[in-house]
């Protein structure tokens, strides 16, 4: 890892609170942009907004954020990171298309080159703040909720690391100046994967311990919680117990979401699937990152539009996805008895199809999308086609309609990122019940089988899809869960996560990038399969990221680079 990045030797964003670190008597001059680091651990209100403002993290790449810094993950940014997944592709690459053609390498990381350094600098601004906390200057109680969402963050930014990468170092409290010995090893020896897990999961216990259950006007939305520290472990420990990392429990991990669900704090959101993502007013939000007018960021609309309404056509639904969804009677497309009419493909589906994608006929803002050809609006025969879907398909999750698309600055863009919601913890907790258990078990302390809690997914309003039966095989829910996974949590930054720990990725990520081909002849429509995006592979290395080359060279080639790169 560069020096720069771990010991982050010059000055510490921190935005619009920054540590002023520089020696030297050339550069020891007060900067009047930036607040001195002995004025942000003696004023309690300073340390306090340096602590807010760990949420989010440096910009240290093209389009990364839009009038915004990035907070964790892809969220509200260009190319989503559902772009490197057979979830999407992204119409104007955005650096995306070597890593779904597999051309990842530690010189070129594309769009994730910004994790290891981002991470181990946002992992340092918290050790800064947790070894100064002793001496601010207010109440105990206070001083524990700081001390608990720094522990929080530092966690979610190994949990960044770990699922990236493997095992990481691990930096403990260590605050390293410039006239340490940076011949130490300690700099740059990575754990291995179960230390990693083990010392990021003891930080969310110690979060948890510190953190209250609910937020209040002082401590409002957008800030961890017990139960965001909770949902967190439960996430890293199913990822523990899953193929790829195989360091855990599935009893552990379904211990760690029933822990969440036990609290009787969250529930599913029963307004609409689609509107569930406008508002994190509501019980199943569990941590997101909320955006005002005073913080603009990528819009959405326009950034993810139809070509026709004068959208950009950016993260672009594939095939793949499209035909993963169930009939509305729970029927895979594939089964003779589905129903599936290969001539109007978009009837009966899934109701979290119709809240997820947009496709040919699809009512939208007054109108309906036109991706056939001759003559769709919203095809290369439409208004500007350089923005065309590649696909025939496009994002509808997350957009607000009631937003314009057009000329939206400082007018749209205000929905938040949800990072962690209920229904990923019911999910967490099914999948892991289910590896320990089986399906029907109600493990000890526990209220739910594996199979309740699945079922409490699919039925939730405006989804109600059939419930699975008494009687599934344990090879069954599993293969349910990983559907649910699939549609529920679409594009929200799990799939290539998932598809990776379940060790599938060699056959999902190498499946072609299908797109879909619509003709119009009169009133009927063919539909003919297209590649989208040529070149799509996998190789077993992609399991994990690449370190940057340029960490390794920083580290004299100590840090271990990851198999096969």
């Known amino acids: 890892m560069q020096i720069r990045n771990i010991i982050h030797t010059a000055c510490v964003a921190a935005i619009p609170v920054m540590i002023y670190a520089c020696k030297g008597d050339f ?153 340490d010995n940076l011949q130490d090893d300690s700099f740059f020896q990575r754990a291995t994967l179960k230390e990693s897990i083990d010392y990021a999961v003891a930080q969310l216990d110690e979060a948890a311990a510190n953190l209250p259950t609910d937020n209040d006007g002082n401590w409002p939305l957008g800030r961890a919680t017990k139960g965001a520290a909770l949902a967190l472990k439960a996430r890293l420990l199913l990822y523990a117990a899953s193929p790829l990392y195989n360091t855990g429990s599935w009893s552990d991990a379904a211990n760690a979401a029933q822990a969440v669900i036990g609290m009787n704090k969250y529930s599913l959101y029963q307004g609409g699937y689609d509107r569930m993502f406008l508002s994190a007013d509501h019980q199943e939000v569990i941590f997101a990152r909320l955006y005002t007018r005073n913080a603009n960021h990528v819009h959405l609309e326009i950034a993810n539009g139809p070509n026709g309404y004068g959208g950009w056509g950016g993260n672009l639904p594939l095939q793949n996805l499209v035909d993963d969804y169930e009939m509305s009677n729970g029927k895979p497309i594939t089964d003779p008895t589905s129903g599936y009419d290969a001539a109007n493909p978009y009837a009966n589906r899934d109701p979290r199809f119709y809240a997820t994608i947009l496709y040919n006929g699809a009512s939208y803002r007054g109108s309906t999308v036109e991706t056939f050809t001759p003559g769709g609006k919203d095809s290369k025969d439409g208004p500007d086609n350089w923005n065309t879907s590649k696909t025939g398909y496009y994002l509808k999750k997350f957009m607000n309609d009631a937003y314009p698309l057009q000329n939206p600055w400082g007018n749209a863009g205000f929905q938040p990122w949800i990072y962690i919601r209920y229904a990923e913890v019911l999910l967490n907790y099914a999948e892991a019940a289910n590896e320990a258990f089986g399906p029907e078990a109600v493990p000890a302390g526990a209220t739910l089988s594996a199979r309740a809690a699945l079922n409490l997914v699919r039925a939730r309003s405006g989804v109600n899809m059939p419930a699975l039966a008494a009687g599934t095989s344990q090879a069954q829910l599993r293969e349910a869960v990983r559907y649910e996974r699939r549609v529920e949590l679409a594009f929200e930054e799990h799939r290539y996560y998932d598809v990776r720990r379940w060790k599938i990725a060699d056959v999902t990520e190498n499946e072609p990038a299908l797109g879909v081909i619509i003709t119009k002849s009169g009133a009927n429509f063919s539909y003919t399969s297209k590649i989208a995006l040529e070149g799509r592979h996998f190789e077993n290395q992609h399991y994990w990221l690449p370190i940057p080359r340029a960490e390794i060279l920083a580290s004299s080639n100590k840090l271990q680079q990851n198999d096969d790169y």
């Open 27 to 179: 550069l020891d001059i007060q900067p009047t942009d930036k607040i001195a680091q002995e004025v942000v651990l003696t004023d309690s209100m300073v340390f306090e907004a340096y602590v807010v403002n760990r949420y989010i993290g440096a910009r240290l790449q093209d389009k990364e954020g839009d009038g915004t810094d990035p907070g964790f993950g892809r969220g509200f940014e260009y190319s989503m990171w559902s772009s490197i997944t057979d979830e999407s592709i992204y119409n104007n690459d955005d650096n995306t298309w070597l890593i779904q053609r597999g051309l990842l390498a530690p010189e070129n990381l594309g769009m994730a080159g910004t994790i290891w350094p981002r991470s181990y600098r946002s992992i340092r601004e918290c050790n800064i703040a947790l070894n100064g906390l002793a001496d601010i200057t207010m109440s105990d109680e206070r001083k524990k909720r700081l001390k608990g969402e720094l522990q929080f963050i530092r966690a979610f930014r190994y949990h960044d690391l770990i699922r990236n990468y493997g095992g990481v170092v691990l930096m403990g409290e260590k605050v390293a100046q410039l006239s």
